[in-house]
């Protein structure tokens, strides 16, 4: 058999593997564990590598009236909510059939969100009371109804919890929220039970599929919760205080069995081992694994991508350096079926046009460029709003997306090509940022509307260089495995003449 052949029946079993969960990783760094002082809201979107994305901008509108409907964009039900009387401006990437899901996105007053990771609660749990699944907010709904409409990010949380205690959550799910102050991460519990809580400015979080909040004190303001959210697990006996102790959400509501220890426990644990690599504890210690931890070195927008792109490397758990092991039981954060990456950071001491920034790969993280999109970015490319579950020629999801799958059929050999040249790129695109965010500081203080054309400008000469380079790469590594095919199936006479 070919090793074009191997490759294509590897990738086939790796993306059956996992395409039968839902997955995504979420990793959120404190304004004082960066770097820069900036604060950062990582996650990988994970389901379906045939689900194109689109991004939208969405324009302020004034005296509305009526209800969002998600069942008018044959989302995934019949949530409905009544719609503010005037929306902000706000953005998102959304899944390309029903312009919901928008997975990342900035409004005009600076809140961010990114929805969302998918989390299980325990059986138990769910047989008091289990998700509405028919009329509850989904991850097709939370970015549109939250950036619509709040002005921070612990208004946007407030506004999620009320939802999900009064109409009710569809399903289970954690939300980050960002703004120029604060990052917050909301868990659900149950259909009507939740928690949220601010992120430590001195420490990161990490999740991956699961329940990790712990602990919750009602009268902190650092927390937020649902108005019976322990006396509801009292009273059903997820909670006894003389047999657990202080409370605990995630023990008393959470999922936690042995699906946790392979699919989930490995990527929180090998986030916190980089990060804060003086913690020792067992890779199958999940629920004991601390909630938030402290970086031993101050994290960058390198080392925050790089979570995003891991899959292992150097350990016998890497299910693609040594060709494909669609096997393998330690789920990586980087797979083929994520659809977007992304990284919010947010610089509060700078204008929000240049002060917010989302750096998104579309596709497998591990094999795509991280783009800047500046807040301040006026309109996107016609290619950057179409695409189906169809490959084609023209959407800016199938350009990155195209060459990932020509990519893994040899992955051992095509995949450092492609990661050297995307490497290079950001490191030249990010002196770039530097020199143009100086001028636009100049700028603006005499002439705000040439300061935006100017950044508006870059910004698309960026977002066209990185869809030139992919080209590129895609023409590139089709000659190789042209060459390739070629000489293991040459047919060649004896006397190689003809």
Known sequence: MSTFKKCLIALSINVAVVSSGFACTTLLVGNEASADGSMMVARSADSDAMKAQHFLIHPAKTN??????????NGANNFTWPLPKNSLRYTTVPNWKTQLHGATGFNEAGVGVSGTESIFASPKALAFDPYVEDVGITEDDIPDVLLSQTKTAREAIALLGHIIETTGAGEGFGVAVVDDNEVWYLETATGHQWMAQRLPSSQYFAS??????????????????SKTLVEFATEKGLYDQKRDGAFNFSKAYTRDDERDRTYNDPRVWTIQKQFT????QDVAAGRQFPVFATPEKKMTLDDVKAV???HYEGTEHDPYSKGLNGKEPWRPVSVFRTYEAHVMQVRPWLPKEIGEVSYIGLGMADLTAFVPYYSGLKAYPANYIIGTDKADSQSIYWKYRKLQTLTMTDYPKLAPIVKRAYKDWEDKIAKEQKEVEAEYLKMAKTNKAAANKMLNDFNLRVMADAEELTESLTNQLFTLRT???????????AAKKD
């Open 64 to 73: 509305q009236t009526g209800v969002y409907s998600t069942k008018a964009h």
């Open 308 to 310: 995003l792109r891991d």
């Open 208 to 225: 991956g599929n699961q329940g990790r909040l712990q602990s919750y004190d009602a009268k902190d303001p650092n927390f937020m919760g």
């Open 483 to 493: 060459k390739d095919i070629q000489s293991d199936i040459f047919f060649a006479n």
């Open 277 to 280: 690599p003086s913690l020792k």
